[in-house]
């Protein structure tokens, strides 16, 4: 690690802490050569491999850009795309792997993007998941309604079963 400040070679840690969730280390280094300190901040790279087979860092902007055009004109505020795109990057850091691939990054939205808006899901799942004919726009908008009726039937059956639980002694 180079100081930032006369281009030093080295530098010794002197604490380190992780940020993020846990998902970053941040670390406090002081310079031998000229005493002065700094903070890195380091977190583990992750590649996303594109359909051509070329490889690029994650960019959660992409992401947000993604959604973002799939969100046009839709009730969906900034901070609910860039929560959307957090959850997105936390899944895919999950599975443990440092490469991954293009069309996996589009899945991984698919399923926040649906717990957000349902047409906007609708606008990217067409994308993703090459929709070719108004067959496959139908079935996927049958998904969200029975997806939907079971939600409500949850829903209207819980409030029942928390009477129920305290009526019993």
């Known amino acids: 690690m180079h100081c930032p400040f006369c281009r030093h070679t080295d530098s010794r840690v002197i604490d380190s802490r992780t940020a ?33 087979g070329a490889a690029e860092p994650f960019s959660r902007a992409k992401v947000l850009a993604g959604v973002r055009k799939a969100c046009q004109g839709r009730p969906v505020t900034e901070d609910d795309l860039a929560l959307l795109a957090q959850r997105v990057e936390e899944s895919i850091r999950g599975q443990g792997s440092a490469e991954i691939d293009a069309h996996e990054v589009g899945m991984a939205i698919l399923g926040p993007l649906r717990e957000l808006d349902e047409v906007a899901y609708l606008r990217f799942a067409s994308v993703y998941q090459a929709f070719d004919s108004l067959e496959d726009f139908d079935a996927a908008i049958s998904v969200l309604r029975a997806d939907r009726e079971l939600r409500e039937e949850r829903e209207s059956a819980e409030p029942d079963a928390s009477r129920r639980e305290a009526r019993t002694p």
């Open 20 to 52: 993020d969730d846990g998902s970053s280390i941040r670390r406090r280094r002081q310079c031998p050569e000229c005493s002065r300190r700094f903070t890195t901040l380091e977190t583990a790279s992750l590649s996303v491999t594109k359909r051509s």
